[in-house]
């Protein structure tokens, strides 16, 4: 079946600008992920969905940052105001829960890569 | 807080074994994974370590200690295609689907 799909796989914009990067999950998948990663890093958690709410926004950055899963299903990431340091590539994962109700397996999407100029 | 250490860089020849290692040191842990991430390409899942011991899925083993905070991947029968980033990632206890990655090893496979 499909995998995770992400939108745009690239974006480039100016430092100021708001935008808005899409995920759809896999079909089924209750728990959805956004990362961020840097160069040369491993992925940095954002935020984590169970189904239509943000179960854990622990790390997003700041207030410029939000995330919606109105339906349960895809899910939008928004920066506002973009800096220059928002430039990396964002992630999305989904899973489906573990008996022990915590995920084991990710899914990740291709990736956005976002440039701020 | 969360401390994840691997090394950055390795380099290995085609047909040998090599074992990357990861050390963690977190204020909750609830299982250890491995992901390999080629180039330019999103990280696919390959291992999960919850209890201590080794974990054997074909040419790739993962071993956990969770007294010693260490855990590490290993790869036998290296091929060309095994080149790419091993990412060590520890689950939170406190949040089962909050994972914290580190910042990856790089594999040079040579011929």
């Known amino acids: 079946g499909a995998g995770v799909s992400q939108t745009p796989s690239n974006k480039v914009t100016e430092k100021g600008k708001y935008v808005e990067l899409r995920c759809d999950p896999i079909?089924?998948?209750?728990?959805l992920y956004w990362y961020r990663q840097s160069l040369g890093q491993g992925p940095e958690f954002l935020i984590y969905f169970q189904g239509t709410g943000a179960a854990d926004d622990s790390g997003l950055p700041n207030d410029r940052f939000f995330a919606v899963r109105p339906e349960g299903s895809v899910s939008t990431l928004k920066i506002q105001r973009t800096e220059r340091g928002d430039s990396a590539v964002y992630l999305c994962a989904s899973s489906s829960p573990g008996s022990s109700g915590g995920a084991i397996e990710q899914f990740f999407g291709p990736g956005t890569r976002l440039t701020v100029l | 807080g969360q401390n994840i250490d691997q090394p950055t860089e390795m380099t290995a020849t085609e047909g040998a074994i090599v074992q990357i290692n990861c050390t963690y040191q977190t204020s909750g842990f609830n299982g250890l994974f491995w992901y390999q991430q080629h180039a330019g390409e999103a990280p696919t899942f390959l291992s999960y370590?919850?209890?201590?011991g080794l974990e054997e899925k074909g040419r790739f083993s993962s071993f956990l200690s969770r007294s010693k905070g260490y855990s590490y991947l290993l790869l036998k029968e290296l091929q060309m295609k095994d080149s790419a980033s091993y990412l060590c990632?520890?689950?939170?206890?406190?949040?089962?689907?909050?994972?914290?990655f580190g910042s990856g090893t790089k594999l040079n496979v040579k011929p």
């Open positions: 079909s089924g998948h209750t728990a």
């Open positions: 370590n919850v209890l201590d």
């Open positions: 990632a520890v689950r939170s206890s406190y949040n089962f689907n909050k994972f914290y």
